[in-house]
């Protein structure tokens, strides 16, 4: 399919996975991505991709089975600790509340592994490496056509697109053209480590960790870990404080293994060895202090035509309700979707009356996108609350406890209606039961959990609460353009 001239700005997930979107619709793109190669930094940690966001996504590309590959559904269940060392929760053992069955189904994946994947699916060259963005200029055509040219920070000039991408991240060099809104500090930081070989090297560490994600939640702090795929647990001991607290502790983060020992003993001294070990025993060249920041919730902006972001650099999210890539790659489906579709409206997009239906396209993108959004991104406010609550790791499982009992009344009330819609059709006279094949009522209403398989099937599809997932999402953390 000929279709409209696409630049992609920026190789993350969501960047990628849009230009995979397009190509798998014969639609031409180009990524243009600032790191030097795919082997030129560290992805960061794991990822748990939702079924009806992320997944539906890599299916609609062809990529589902190859995900499943890499995915690890054994990194779904979660431990909380609180600081003194007691176990409030563990999926792994069976101690205490469970999360609701709204939060099954969202696999693990390294994003390194989600980043590989997602590379090796496009067609050859469609990256272009080492080119950070400067700027990008509108070009007013001889047929008073509008394009944008792009200009590199190497000095190199991209021209003549018709859509442009903002797929950036935090400090997004695309979104400028839209809105002048800019990140701001989300009141959340602390330190990101990493323990390589965690079973191996640090055998109580691992025990601790369990298969998944390991919360330590004392008022208003937390040491999160998570288990990798290659072995290690990434950790984030963070905190609510104020932004410069780094440059005003006299901590000398430049020396980081001292820096360790007085962060962990001014911050966290009196909380159990165990979740202090997770950051005093991690890898030497593997911390780095780390600021979250966020987008103002509810953020919107005048669609313009040409101009679409996807992403962080949509809607910055701190990690807290691991939505941020599942947003991300929803926005990339749902993208692509409309590019698409206003693409196959003719056979080429060169005249105004194509390029209005291509604007009106990304325009309802961005309606629908700044909707989810902002769903997603009170979710995230929300579960940052009880990560780090004055009351510690209680407030999370009460929290957990609370989903379960209205999980629980739903499927009473769903099985309640079940029983009734079964009286309410039985037969009740003998001619109708002669119809019936004799079956009396009584035979007829049973309990749901002895109805065939195919009602129970029904049953089970019912509504049974809602919620979001509070696997902390890894980030490496802002990505400076």
Known sequence: MTGPKIAIIGGGPAGLLLARLLQHSSLACTVFELDADRHARTQGGTLDLHESTAQLALKEAGLYEKFLAHARPEGEVLKIYDASGTVLMDENEGIGVRRPNTMSNRPEIDRVLLRAMLLDSLVPGSVQWGMKLSRVEQVQ????ERTYDLHFTNGHVATGFDIIVGADGAWSKVRPLVTDAKPFYSGISGLDVKLSSANTRHPDLGKRTGGGMCLTLG???GILAQRNGDGAVR????????ESWDQDS?????????AKREFVARYFGDWDQGAKDMVLRSDADSSVVRHLFMLPLGLTWCSRPGIALIGDAAHLMTP????GVNVAMEDALLLARAIVA???QKKTITTRTDKSALA???QKYDADMFVRAERYAQQTWMYLGLFFHERGGVAMVEHFERMQ??????????AAALKEEVKASAPTTSAEKMMAGGVGVAEVVRAPSDLPASTSASSASSPVGSGTTPLMEAKVGPHVE
């Open 141 to 144: 055509g001889a047929d008073n």
């Open 405 to 414: 009992a209205q999980e629980s009344a739903a499927a009473v009330t769903a």
């Open 342 to 344: 206003a693409a196959s």
């Open 320 to 323: 807290f309700a691991g939505v």
């Open 235 to 242: 950790c984030y001991a963070f905190m609510r404080a104020m």
């Open 360 to 362: 009106a396209a990304l």
């Open 250 to 258: 006299g901590i000398d983060f430049g020396q980081m293994e001292t």
């Open 219 to 221: 008022p208003n702090k």
